[in-house]
C-alpha cells in the first residue's frame, strides 16, 4: 500500500546511532546480519538488569516504537 511505501526505509538517529526501518523492527545500521542475538522483553527482569547497567540502550529502546536491534559494545540484542 502507499502508507506502506512511506515508511519502507524509514531511518532515525537516536542517541548518535542510526536505525532503519524494516517492517515494525527498527534495526540498528550497525547490525550486519545473523549473529548471535539476546531477545530481551520490555519491563522484563532481565531488560531492566540490561538498562540499569547500560541506560543508553533504554534511551534507545525508548524513543523507538515496536521491535528493536541494536548492537551495543558488539552484542545483539533484540528487544520486544
Given at each position: 500500500?502507499?502508507?506502506?511505501?512511506?515508511?519502507?526505509?524509514e531511518t532515525r538517529t537516536v542517541a548518535r546511532?542510526?536505525?532503519?526501518?524494516?517492517?515494525?523492527?527498527?534495526?540498528?545500521?550497525?547490525?550486519?546480519?545473523?549473529?548471535?542475538?539476546?531477545?530481551?522483553?520490555?519491563?522484563?527482569e532481565q531488560y531492566r538488569a540490561l538498562i540499569?547497567?547500560?541506560?543508553?540502550?533504554?534511551?534507545?529502546?525508548?524513543?523507538?516504537?515496536?521491535?528493536?536491534?541494536?548492537?551495543?559494545?558488539?552484542?545483539?540484542?533484540?528487544?520486544?
Amino acid at each position: 500500500t502507499e502508507k506502506d511505501k512511506n515508511h519502507a526505509g524509514e531511518t532515525r538517529t537516536v542517541a548518535r546511532r542510526q536505525f532503519r526501518k524494516q517492517g515494525n523492527i527498527w534495526i540498528d545500521t550497525a547490525y550486519t546480519g545473523p549473529r548471535a542475538t539476546t531477545n530481551l522483553t520490555r519491563g522484563s527482569e532481565q531488560y531492566r538488569a540490561l538498562i540499569a547497567d547500560e541506560p543508553g540502550i533504554k534511551t534507545i529502546a525508548d524513543q523507538l516504537d515496536g521491535e528493536v536491534i541494536v548492537v551495543w559494545k558488539g552484542r545483539a540484542y533484540r528487544i520486544r
